[in-house]
């Protein structure tokens, strides 16, 4: 028998994976309480999401020396999973440790290790279960495959995080769905290169395996097709508030972001809209349209009436040449087309496409929807792929390969499990992360509210379903749209509730305990502030303003907000008329500092009752025990209106990129 060769990464370890407020230290264990219950367990070494099975033993895996990584040799994939854990190590400890080069060879280190073994035997747990042994000298983590190795060191990260010595335990876990993702609008708002890279480490450490990047809007198309420069050159900017605002991503960028998430067993999965939120690209390209008319890329939210013509086979040799070039740098066996809040305005006078539908047999505008995504879908799958669409491609009809992603409530997952199509539920109750998680701030512009506790709630699979008709469904995505968020809110959006969200797609929906996913989630915030997660915090009330205040001639009103200004970053300030009939409209917000001005922003605005106006200022030199005020241009249509309002203020880290 050949004798196994093994690899061993000696690493000094002075403290485990990523350094950050150590949580309360779990208690000592009597013999007799070696093996507690698993509800027990999992809260005592405070996963997130909880896993599956855990069973504590009696004592604390512990290293006064250089524990090993141990791994075969042959086996590149477990070589580069242990070069990850030795990265996350380095990381920790702030700096090199000088360790040698792996020595092959070696069966045991003398001193404390941690294993990876795949398991055939393990293949109950799926693709992405694993086991996890720890020891007093020993942990062992062993997977049927290496994407459950991988997570194994993501709760094995967590469990030792600040942690010394560590519990020693034995858990068995898997995943309850194999699709469990996220959504970033970078459509509406620019997102950098560096904050995608983050947010699937984010994602990754909580367990999510898909980043779904929504790549095209009406406000913008980010992603560069060299068939069609326009669509980046005209299609990917826009005139917001006096300037040149947008971006996008060169295709050298996609592929090196789609390689990073791989490397995390993320799947990044593409959305390129149509035959609505067309808007960018027919600015690009008008004869994309049923009118050919000239268009600016939309500056303002909403549904708009320029959509793609399906009448035209120029149409479908765009959308074909463009999803060439889209799966070339997206290997997922799925892309999403969209397919939602298409306004069939122009189709209904448009000769073509009513002798598309005359030619084709169908009945109306909706079957002539539904007639491009079954064109789309035939494409797809010549080329190897699969359509995702919103559940709005129900009304025209789909084939039963298209993957239905059902947003408007549960309904859709319904109906398309019914029929036999695979689903991915992402209803606006629970999903939907742009709206508040807090009462105090739902106002009209958000129209509804998403508390972590319905997040955690949440549950892919409706109750009206058979076994049979549940097993079509995927799993679930949280939707972070970016009508109301720029780049530097999106971490506050995100965090907790995705916390929540990862938990209820992976977790047993038996498990769930939401008194203690609480308190586990309190001794998992410093870990996120270890990762540089601004998770949500409350709005803080730094002025007022009453009756009379403002005239028919622009008046400035100052607040003095020297005790909020902390530091360096960006300060979003929104106004809320709590009081009166009467509009007051706002011109600019500026901050000043010893009565110099260090930050504007210009946009006109008007007060509101059931909403806000909202501006953002920057400070880059913070200046300890400076005088800090703001001063707002407003003006009235009234002498002396009746308007009485307040002003709310919340602190965000500053990520670099422009705002509005």
């Given at each position: 028998?050949?004798?196994?060769?093994?690899?061993?990464?000696?690493?000094?370890?002075?403290?485990?994976?990523?350094?950050?407020?150590?949580?309360?230290?779990?208690?000592?264990?009597?013999?007799?309480?070696?093996?507690?219950?698993?509800?027990?367990?999992?809260?005592?070494?405070?996963?997130?999401?909880?896993?599956?099975?855990?069973?504590?033993?009696?004592?604390?895996?512990?290293?006064?020396?250089?524990?090993?990584?141990?791994?075969?040799?042959?086996?590149?994939?477990?070589?580069?999973?242990?070069?990850?854990?030795?990265?996350?190590?380095?990381?920790?400890?702030?700096?090199?440790?000088?360790?040698?080069?792996?020595?092959?060879?070696?069966?045991?280190?003398?001193?404390?290790?941690?294993?990876?073994?795949?398991?055939?035997?393990?293949?109950?747990?799926?693709?992405?279960?694993?086991?996890?042994?720890?020891?007093?000298?020993?942990?062992?983590?062993?997977?049927?495959?290496?994407?459950?190795?991988?997570?194994?060191?993501?709760?094995?990260?967590?469990?030792?995080?600040?942690?010394?010595?560590?519990?020693?335990?034995?858990?068995?876990?898997?995943?309850?769905?194999?699709?469990?993702?996220?959504?970033?609008?970078?459509?509406?708002?620019?997102?950098?290169?560096?904050?995608?890279?983050?947010?699937?480490?984010?994602?990754?450490?909580?367990?999510?395996?898909?980043?779904?990047?929504?790549?095209?809007?009406?406000?913008?198309?980010?992603?560069?097709?060299?068939?069609?420069?326009?669509?980046?050159?005209?299609?990917?900017?826009?005139?917001?508030?006096?300037?040149?605002?947008?971006?996008?991503?060169?295709?050298?960028?996609?592929?090196?972001?789609?390689?990073?998430?791989?490397?995390?067993?993320?799947?990044?999965?593409?959305?390129?809209?149509?035959?609505?939120?067309?808007?960018?690209?027919?600015?690009?390209?008008?004869?994309?349209?049923?009118?050919?008319?000239?268009?600016?890329?939309?500056?303002?939210?909403?549904?708009?009436?320029?959509?793609?013509?399906?009448?035209?086979?120029?149409?479908?040799?765009?959308?074909?040449?463009?999803?060439?070039?889209?799966?070339?740098?997206?290997?997922?066996?799925?892309?999403?087309?969209?397919?939602?809040?298409?306004?069939?305005?122009?189709?209904?006078?448009?000769?073509?496409?009513?002798?598309?539908?005359?030619?084709?047999?169908?009945?109306?505008?909706?079957?002539?929807?539904?007639?491009?995504?079954?064109?789309?879908?035939?494409?797809?799958?010549?080329?190897?792929?699969?359509?995702?669409?919103?559940?709005?491609?129900?009304?025209?009809?789909?084939?039963?390969?298209?993957?239905?992603?059902?947003?408007?409530?549960?309904?859709?997952?319904?109906?398309?499990?019914?029929?036999?199509?695979?689903?991915?539920?992402?209803?606006?109750?629970?999903?939907?992360?742009?709206?508040?998680?807090?009462?105090?701030?739902?106002?009209?512009?958000?129209?509804?509210?998403?508390?972590?506790?319905?997040?955690?709630?949440?549950?892919?699979?409706?109750?009206?379903?058979?076994?049979?008709?549940?097993?079509?469904?995927?799993?679930?995505?949280?939707?972070?749209?970016?009508?109301?968020?720029?780049?530097?809110?999106?971490?506050?959006?995100?965090?907790?509730?995705?916390?929540?969200?990862?938990?209820?797609?992976?977790?047993?929906?038996?498990?769930?305990?939401?008194?203690?996913?609480?308190?586990?989630?309190?001794?998992?915030?410093?870990?996120?502030?270890?990762?540089?997660?601004?998770?949500?915090?409350?709005?803080?009330?730094?002025?007022?303003?009453?009756?009379?205040?403002?005239?028919?001639?622009?008046?400035?009103?100052?607040?003095?907000?020297?005790?909020?200004?902390?530091?360096?970053?960006?300060?979003?300030?929104?106004?809320?008329?709590?009081?009166?009939?009467?509009?007051v409209l706002f011109q600019w917000l500026a901050l000043f500092e010893d009565g110099r001005e260090i930050s504007r922003w210009t946009e006109l605005n008007r007060s509101q009752t059931d909403g806000f106006s909202k501006y953002a200022?920057?400070?880059?030199?913070?200046?300890?025990?400076?005088?800090?005020?703001?001063?707002?241009?407003?003006?009235?249509?009234?002498?002396?209106?009746?308007?009485?309002?307040?002003?709310?203020?919340?602190?965000?880290?500053?990520?670099?990129?422009?705002?509005?």
């Amino acid at each position: 028998m050949k004798k196994k060769r093994l690899m061993i990464i000696a690493i000094a370890l002075t403290c485990w994976f990523v350094a950050a407020a150590a949580p309360p230290h779990l208690g000592p264990q009597s013999k007799s309480a070696a093996v507690g219950r698993s509800a027990a367990a999992g809260s005592a070494i405070s996963v997130i999401p909880r896993p599956a099975k855990v069973a504590l033993r009696s004592g604390y895996f512990e290293t006064s020396g250089k524990p090993g990584i141990l791994f075969k040799s042959r086996d590149k994939e477990i070589a580069a999973l242990a070069s990850y854990l030795d990265g996350l190590w380095d990381e920790a400890l702030g700096h090199k440790q000088g360790t040698p080069a792996p020595e092959a060879g070696i069966s045991e280190p003398a001193g404390s290790s941690i294993r990876l073994d795949l398991n055939p035997s393990l293949k109950h747990l799926g693709d992405e279960g694993y086991r996890l042994k720890i020891d007093r000298r020993r942990v062992h983590i062993s997977a049927p495959k290496p994407a459950g190795l991988f997570y194994a060191i993501q709760t094995l990260r967590q469990i030792g995080l600040g942690a010394r010595p560590i519990p020693c335990a034995e858990i068995e876990d898997t995943p309850r769905f194999g699709w469990r993702g996220m959504l970033l609008d970078c459509g509406r708002h620019f997102m950098s290169v560096d904050l995608v890279k983050r947010y699937i480490d984010l994602l990754a450490y909580h367990k999510m395996n898909v980043f779904h990047w929504h790549l095209t809007e009406d406000q913008g198309w980010r992603l560069e097709i060299k068939r069609y420069p326009r669509l980046t050159e005209i299609g990917a900017w826009r005139a917001q508030n006096g300037k040149r605002y947008g971006g996008f991503y060169t295709q050298e960028e996609v592929k090196d972001v789609v390689a990073y998430a791989a490397a995390r067993y993320v799947t990044v999965v593409p959305e390129i809209e149509m035959p609505g939120h067309a808007v960018a690209a027919i600015a690009a390209y008008p004869e994309l349209s049923c009118t050919g008319r000239p268009i600016a890329v939309e500056t303002h939210w909403g549904i708009f009436k320029d959509v793609f013509c399906p009448g035209q086979e120029s149409t479908f040799k765009f959308i074909q040449n463009v999803l060439d070039e889209v799966c070339g740098l997206f290997p997922s066996i799925y892309i999403h087309i969209g397919g939602d809040e298409c306004p069939k305005h122009y189709w209904k006078t448009c000769p073509h496409c009513q002798a598309r539908i005359k030619a084709e047999g169908l009945r109306n505008e909706d079957e002539l929807q539904g007639y491009l995504t079954r064109r789309v879908d035939k494409y797809m799958l010549s080329k190897g792929r699969r359509i995702i669409g919103w559940d709005e491609i129900l009304e025209g009809g789909v084939s039963k390969t298209a993957v239905v992603q059902s947003w408007r409530g549960l309904a859709g997952a319904v109906a398309a499990a019914k029929q036999g199509n695979p689903v991915i539920s992402s209803p606006w109750d629970g999903t939907y992360f742009y709206v508040p998680q807090v009462r105090d701030e739902v106002r009209l512009n958000y129209r509804s509210l998403n508390t972590l506790e319905l997040a955690y709630a949440f549950d892919p699979v409706p109750a009206e379903l058979t076994p049979a008709q549940a097993s079509f469904i995927m799993g679930g995505e949280c939707c972070l749209w970016a009508e109301y968020t720029q780049q530097f809110e999106v971490d506050p959006q995100m965090f907790p509730r995705l916390c929540a969200l990862a938990e209820a797609l992976w977790s047993p929906p038996g498990s769930k305990d939401f008194a203690d996913f609480k308190a586990r989630l309190d001794k998992h915030y410093p870990r996120l502030e270890a990762l540089g997660v601004d998770y949500h915090k409350p709005e803080v009330k730094v002025g007022e303003w009453k009756d009379g205040d403002v005239s028919r001639l622009w008046a400035q009103l100052w607040w003095d907000v020297t005790p909020h200004i902390t530091g360096n970053g960006i300060y979003r300030v929104n106004f809320i008329q709590n009081a009166g009939n009467d509009e007051v409209l706002f011109q600019w917000l500026a901050l000043f500092e010893d009565g110099r001005e260090i930050s504007r922003w210009t946009e006109l605005n008007r007060s509101q009752t059931d909403g806000f106006s909202k501006y953002a200022l920057r400070v880059k030199d913070f200046k300890p025990g400076a005088k800090y005020t703001l001063r707002l241009s407003a003006v009235s249509s009234k002498d002396k209106p009746q308007s009485a309002g307040s002003l709310w203020l919340r602190y965000f880290k500053d990520n670099g990129i422009d705002l509005w």
